[in-house]
């Protein structure tokens, strides 16, 4: 009997108790379908059938009141008109994970859109799930390497520490990403790429991170032409398959951009869904929304996330409310200003107004020294920047200025790092050494690098999933939101209804 078959009698089964398992669309005002029936909970993926096109469109309960069913779309709402059928499908939403998700670009609902065949997996994950309890939590005690040197050796992080990027438009931060996804030593890459305009994936995809980087990287891609439901859950989804790596004892490097965009998916939705904005316009569950997804990332009994989150800031305003509660929740931030993005400062991390709060768990007394001695240099060098650069500071009138103006060049040097070049943790300590003068013996940091070798490699090796890509010579499938609406009246169908017809 061919899978259409059985489709086709399920469907019959699950309609056959209409009130239990279908409803029908009865309203649907802005982002927010309501239905008669069916009878499902909060939080539960349902089918909606789209009678023009044949396809279905996903949606999920966001709300129940006495007579009425409240979804949203992961897809646009085209097509869906009063009347449509509604079937619960009693689950609620989880993603299928393995090891074949390396070198993946999945949507927001954890399907394949690479055109490379599903994911057959038995084990799903759930993508809204809760943090790993406090107490399960293992101690931060090794240093996660991320190949860009300015972090590295100065802003060192910890494997399983949270850390936020934050920086104005178009100064780098997908860049920064890109450079950290191809150079970390950690196990995996997790890269959510959450609201970004479509042309940009394509172009982090094969310019940023290349066919190396992809092989040991999943990517969950939302766009911002997807409904907020769809960023939303994106970034759930990229939390799941970051856990399950988690569990299989890998060490994870998530890398969500950005947090901003999931905060303002979560807003649309909650304004539509009638709750009040507080702060500057955001509605009290993007204040809850961003913990409950930060708190995902970070270590458990098994392995570790590291979690790297870019953040918006317009104008540079770190207060602004989304900047200020997401600082509060994460171990450390790095600012990255438009000011060393203009001088062509590249990556333009601004060091002095960064911080890594794990530093001191991550890094041995000498290296803390050196790493000292540089923020010392480059304060006093900023302090002095005006007068030095008009030529009013002469020569020998301060110790401490003329060390500082000495050191700027090295400094300089070790900061700026081209994008395609790779800093071995080595050299980066060695370079940390001489700008700083102070010597730093292998036995301060090595201890905290875990040189050994990884903690954990996929079974069938990463090569495989990189031959793969190389072979499969595919195109991303387009996003998914482009649903080819067919002209009003009747025409042919273009899929079966039950086919996942929004991917
Ligand atoms: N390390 C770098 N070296 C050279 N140029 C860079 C570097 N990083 C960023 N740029 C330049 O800055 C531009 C914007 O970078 P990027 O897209 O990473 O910024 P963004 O902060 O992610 O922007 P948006 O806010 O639009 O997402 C790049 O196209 C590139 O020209
Ligand atoms: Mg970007």
Same mark, same amino acid.
């Given at each position: 009997?061919?899978?259409?078959?059985?489709?086709?009698?399920?469907?019959?089964?699950?309609?056959?108790?209409?009130?239990?398992?279908?409803?029908?669309?009865?309203?649907?005002?802005?982002?927010?379908?309501?239905?008669?029936?069916?009878?499902?909970?909060?939080?539960?993926?349902?089918?909606?059938?789209?009678?023009?096109?044949?396809?279905?469109?996903?949606?999920?309960?966001?709300?129940?009141?006495?007579?009425?069913?409240?979804?949203?779309?992961?897809?646009?709402?085209?097509?869906?008109?009063?009347?449509?059928?509604?079937?619960?499908?009693?689950?609620?939403?989880?993603?299928?994970?393995?090891?074949?998700?390396?070198?993946?670009?999945?949507?927001?609902?954890?399907?394949?859109?690479?055109?490379?065949?599903?994911?057959?997996?038995?084990?799903?994950?759930?993508?809204?799930?809760?943090?790993?309890?406090?107490?399960?939590?293992?101690?931060?005690?090794?240093?996660?390497?991320?190949?860009?040197?300015?972090?590295?050796?100065?802003?060192?992080?910890?494997?399983?520490?949270?850390?936020?990027?934050?920086?104005?438009?178009?100064?780098?931060?997908?860049?920064?990403?890109? /450079?950290?996804?191809?150079?970390?030593?950690?196990?995996?890459?997790?890269?959510?790429?959450?609201?970004?305009?479509?042309?940009?994936?394509?172009?982090?995809?094969?310019?940023?991170?290349?066919?190396?980087?992809?092989?040991?990287?999943?990517?969950?891609?939302?766009?911002?032409?997807?409904?907020?439901?769809?960023?939303?859950?994106?970034?759930?989804?990229?939390?799941?398959?970051?856990?399950?790596?988690?569990?299989?004892?890998?060490?994870?490097?998530?890398?969500?951009?950005?947090?901003?965009?999931?905060?303002?998916?979560?807003?649309?939705?909650?304004?539509?869904?009638?709750?009040?904005?507080?702060?500057?316009?955001?509605?009290?569950?993007?204040?809850?929304?961003?913990?409950?997804?930060?708190?995902?990332?970070?270590?458990?009994?098994?392995?570790?996330?590291?979690?790297?989150?870019?953040?918006?800031?317009?104008?540079?305003?770190?207060?602004?409310?989304?900047?200020?509660?997401?600082?509060?929740?994460?171990?450390?931030?790095?600012?990255?200003?438009?000011?060393?993005?203009?001088?062509?400062?590249?990556?333009?991390?601004?060091?002095?107004?960064?911080?890594?709060?794990?530093?001191?768990?991550?890094?041995?007394?000498?290296?803390?020294?050196?790493?000292?001695?540089?923020?010392?240099?480059?304060?006093?060098?900023?302090?002095?920047?005006?007068?030095?650069?008009?030529?009013?500071?002469?020569?020998?009138?301060?110790?401490?200025?003329?060390?500082?103006?000495?050191?700027?060049?090295?400094?300089?040097?070790?900061?700026?790092?081209?994008?395609?070049?790779?800093?071995?943790?080595?050299?980066? /300590?060695?370079?940390?050494?001489?700008?700083?003068?102070?010597?730093?013996?292998?036995?301060?940091?090595?201890?905290?690098?875990?040189?050994?070798?990884?903690?954990?490699?996929?079974?069938?090796?990463?090569?495989?999933?990189?031959?793969?890509?190389?072979?499969?010579?595919?195109?991303?499938?387009?996003?998914?939101?482009?649903?080819?609406?067919?002209?009003?009246?009747?025409?042919?169908?273009?899929?079966?209804?039950?086919?996942?017809?929004?991917?």
């Amino acid at each position: 009997m061919s899978l259409d078959l059985i489709g086709k009698y399920l469907d019959a089964v699950e309609t056959a108790d209409p009130i239990k398992y279908a409803g029908r669309v009865t309203r649907v005002q802005g982002l927010l379908v309501e239905s008669e029936g069916p009878q499902a909970v909060v939080g539960e993926v349902c089918k909606i059938l789209v009678p023009r096109t044949g396809k279905t469109a996903w949606a999920e309960v966001v709300g129940l009141r006495k007579d009425a069913v409240q979804l949203m779309s992961y897809s646009p709402l085209d097509g869906i008109e009063v009347g449509s059928r509604v079937i619960a499908t009693g689950e609620l939403l989880s993603v299928p994970v393995s090891e074949r998700l390396l070198g993946r670009v999945l949507d927001s609902m954890g399907r394949p859109t690479d055109g490379k065949g599903d994911i057959a997996s038995p084990t799903r994950y759930p993508a809204v799930a809760a943090p790993p309890d406090a107490l399960t939590r293992r101690r931060i005690t090794k240093r996660v390497v991320t190949g860009v040197r300015s972090i590295d050796g100065l802003l060192p992080l910890g494997k399983g520490q949270r850390i936020g990027v934050f920086a104005g438009s178009g100064v780098g931060k997908s860049t920064l990403l890109g /450079m950290i996804a191809r150079n970390t030593d950690a196990d995996v890459n997790v890269i959510a790429l959450i609201g970004e305009r479509g042309r940009e994936v394509r172009d982090f995809i094969e310019n940023d991170l290349g066919e190396e980087g992809l092989a040991r990287s999943v990517l969950i891609v939302s766009t911002s032409d997807t409904p907020p439901l769809a960023r939303l859950r994106g970034a759930y989804v990229a939390a799941a398959v970051a856990e399950y790596f988690r569990d299989q004892g890998a060490d994870v490097m998530l890398l969500f951009d950005s947090v901003t965009r999931f905060a303002r998916a979560q807003r649309e939705i909650g304004l539509a869904a009638g709750e009040p904005p507080a702060t500057r316009g955001y509605t009290p569950s993007v204040f809850d929304s961003m913990p409950r997804l930060l708190e995902r990332a970070g270590t458990s009994d098994k392995g570790t996330i590291t979690g790297v989150f870019t953040i918006l800031v317009d104008g540079d305003d770190m207060d602004e409310p989304i900047a200020d509660t997401v600082r509060g929740i994460l171990d450390g931030h790095v600012v990255l200003t438009r000011k060393l993005a203009e001088r062509y400062h590249y990556p333009a991390v601004d060091v002095l107004k960064s911080i890594s709060r794990l530093s001191p768990a991550v890094t041995g007394p000498i290296t803390q020294k050196a790493m000292g001695a540089v923020r010392k240099l480059m304060a006093v060098y900023a302090e002095n920047e005006d007068m030095i650069s008009i030529g009013a500071y002469q020569k020998g009138a301060d110790k401490g200025i003329d060390a500082a103006i000495a050191a700027r060049e090295g400094v300089e040097a070790f900061l700026n790092q081209a994008v395609g070049e790779r800093a071995p943790i080595g050299e980066t /300590m060695a370079g940390l050494a001489a700008i700083s003068g102070v010597e730093i013996p292998a036995s301060d940091w090595e201890p905290f690098a875990d040189l050994a070798g990884p903690s954990w490699t996929p079974p069938g090796g990463y090569a495989r999933s990189a031959r793969a890509e190389a072979e499969a010579d595919v195109e991303l499938a387009p996003p998914r939101s482009t649903i080819p609406v067919a002209p009003a009246g009747p025409g042919p169908a273009e899929a079966a209804p039950g086919e996942a017809g929004t991917a």
